[in-house]
């Protein structure tokens, strides 16, 4: 059986910023399958590496 993970608390803020930030400058909300898809695209991937990897 596969473990079962809770989001941090982190994450969920982060997600909210997302949401926040889009709703700001676009005027709609995003769906969640939508910031899915854009966090998963690999532009974004690529970004969020170089940044984790320079915080390190």
């Known amino acids: ?3 079962v993970q809770q989001v ?3 994450m ?3 997600i909210g910023t997302i949401q ?3 709703k700001e400058v676009t ?3 995003a769906t969640q399958d939508e910031i899915a ?3 998963t695209r690999y532009f974004v991937l ?3 590496k170089e940044f ?3 915080q390190r």
């Open 1 to 3: 059986m596969a473990e």
């Open 8 to 10: 941090h608390k982190s």
């Open 12 to 14: 969920l803020e982060a």
């Open 20 to 22: 926040n930030f889009i």
């Open 27 to 29: 005027g709609q909300e």
């Open 37 to 39: 898809q854009a966090l």
């Open 46 to 48: 690529n970004e969020i």
């Open 52 to 54: 984790i990897e320079l």
